[in-house]
T-cell receptor
Framework: QQPVQSPQAVILREGEDAVINCSSS?????VHWYRQKHGEAPVFLMI?????EQKGHEKISASFNEKKQQSSLYLTASQLSYSGTYFC????????????FGGGTRLMVKP | DAGVIQSPRHEVTEMGQEVTLRCKPI?????LFWYRQTMMRGLELLIY????????DSGMPEDRFSAKMPNASFSTLKIQPSEPRDSAVYFC????????????FGPGTRLTVL
């Protein structure tokens, strides 16, 4: 079953912050985050394994709440280059390597 | 290092024709995935292989779709006969099987069935 992402779309001004959420109805083993720019392939951002860890890459970080079966992606002081569609992909057990992607969140950063 | 290679990048065909999409995974990656992306359905997993063996093909829409991986460096996705509703971008992705790590996506094949 596909994880649910929210919001579906968000528009920001450069320098503003945003949070993208990803919720699953199934127990999660890990959550992957990808960004896709228009006309391009998805590009990996980060993986979070169960244990509630938080990761960061420059001004983009994420958290994983295993109990709530949720992950959130935090974009701080957004830049124009952050524009694109963000996808979470969930892995539901540690025996498989199959990702189920959410519907995506379209992020547009304006000057 | 070369990334995942897909061919063709664009394919325009007529309904009823056979279409073959090709993928070369990153060397050393032993897990390969085929995805389809449309505006309506998003990014869907069609099938994936571990060590050249199909593991889960539950995402394959119907019998018109078939996929093979004859060796570690090549996979094909075939649609026969093609229909207009098959129009989409088809991505191939690969990763190392061991551990939980990132998938690397190819540039995709944009398929248009007229």
């Amino acid at each position: 079953q596909q994880p649910v992402q929210s919001p579906q779309a968000v528009i920001l001004r450069e320098g503003e912050d945003a949070v993208i959420n990803c919720s699953s109805s199934k127990a999660l083993y890990s959550v992957h985050w990808y960004r896709q720019k228009h006309g391009e392939a998805p590009v990996f951002l980060m993986i979070l394994l169960k244990g509630g860890e938080q990761k960061g890459h420059e001004k983009i970080s994420a958290s994983f709440n295993e109990k709530k079966q949720q992950s959130s992606l935090y974009l701080t002081a957004s830049q124009l280059s952050y524009s694109g569609t963000y996808f979470c992909g969930t892995v539901n057990n540690n025996a498989g390597n199959m990702l189920t992607f959410g519907g995506g969140t379209r992020l547009m950063v304006k000057p | 290092d070369a990334g995942v290679i897909q061919s063709p990048r664009h394919e325009v065909t007529e309904m009823g024709q056979e279409v073959t999409l090709r993928c070369k995974p990153i060397s050393g990656h032993n897990s390969l995935f085929w995805y389809r992306q449309t505006m309506m359905r998003g990014l869907e997993l069609l099938i994936y292989f571990n060590n050249n063996v199909p593991i889960d093909d539950s995402g394959m829409p119907e019998d018109r779709f078939s996929a093979k991986m004859p060796n570690a460096s090549f996979s094909t996705l075939k649609i026969q006969p093609s229909e207009p509703r098959d129009s989409a971008v088809y991505f191939c992705a690969s990763r190392r099987l061991a551990g939980d790590n990132e998938q690397f996506f190819g540039p995709g094949t944009r398929l248009t069935v007229l």
